[in-house]
């Protein structure tokens, strides 16, 4: 075993075992040499430990359990590559499953630029589940708005780069508690730092994230109440206004559902506006709170 790994993958998880579980199954099918990459799993501070769920892989790659009291995905990740041994960092989440060739196909990208930011496809499994049919929808139109040429809407579930870059423009930032617009903050201070951001729709990971109506619509409120934080922040670094998008951007997500094969599309259509009016409450629940 080398004793610095090309790769360390950083996966937190809080309270979600089984899920866990899965995602180190997919890793242990990763086709690449398993002395160049390492796995780093943070507990970030679940009630019990998930020890039984990592020590069972340890014999198949090199694996390792770090815990810290309850903070956040963003404080969990940061945790995650302070622990790492490897040059690029590889991050997951505890519900997805990266594909068989997400290091393989992370690598050249990285090689090509390694003081770049490059971030893979996420692709839904749950595809019977209209709620998360729809996020990804939400995630493909975004993908499609937003990464035709420097990428600029990077998520955190599948995203790569090296050590050294992430540790000089500081990592996430912790003052988002909730797994809700650090990716999006962290992708725009890449951004404003100048670095070339790199959308890889080949380097897939699936997820498997089950939601019903009130998670769906908990999840959009959360990511609104991300979102005020984000447009602070960037306000303070940048001291430009708040940009919004255009009304044709929102006229053209609603009708989106209707260019796909999947589902029944006028419900993933209102699925569609019930996202943006719970981010929107979200948003404005935050604002009115810092007042």
């Known amino acids: 075993m ?32 398993k002395e160049d990459f390492e796995v780093v799993v943070v507990d970030d501070g679940s009630p019990s430990s998930p020890e039984n769920i990592v020590e069972p892989w340890k014999s198949r790659f090199n694996v390792r359990l770090v815990t810290q009291p309850h903070a956040g995905p963003a404080t969990a990740r940061n945790r995650g590559v302070s622990e790492a041994a490897g040059a690029f960092i590889a991050f997951t989440d505890d519900d997805c499953m990266p594909a068989p060739d997400w290091l393989a196909k992370l690598k050249p990208r990285l090689d090509a630029d390694p003081g770049g930011v490059v971030a893979g496809n996420t692709v839904n499994t749950l595809t019977d589940n209209p709620y998360s049919t729809a996020s990804q929808m939400l995630i493909d139109y975004l993908n499609a708005y937003y990464n035709k040429e420097n990428a600029r809407f990077l998520t955190s579930n599948n995203m790569a780069l090296s050590k050294e870059v992430f540790m000089k423009i500081g990592g996430f930032d912790t003052s988002f508690p909730l797994a809700a617009a650090e990716d999006r903050e962290f992708c725009d201070r890449c951004v404003h730092f100048g670095l070339k951001t790199v959308f890889a729709p080949e380097a897939v990971v699936r997820h498997a994230h089950p939601l019903t109506l009130k998670k769906f619509i908990r999840q959009h409120y959360n990511y609104g109440r991300g979102a005020n934080n984000f447009h602070r922040i960037r306000a303070e670094r940048t001291s430009e206004k708040i940009r919004t998008e255009p009304p044709r951007f929102y006229i053209d997500l609603l009708f989106h559902p209707w260019k796909s094969e999947t589902g029944n599309k006028a419900h993933l259509a209102f699925l569609m506006f019930l996202s943006q009016a719970a981010n929107a409450a979200g948003l404005f629940r935050e604002k009115l709170g810092s007042r």
């Open 2 to 33: 080398k004793d610095k790994p090309f790769f360390t993958i950083v996966i937190p998880t809080y309270r979600r075992f089984d899920q866990l579980g899965e995602c180190l199954r997919s890793i242990s099918g990763i086709d690449y040499p």
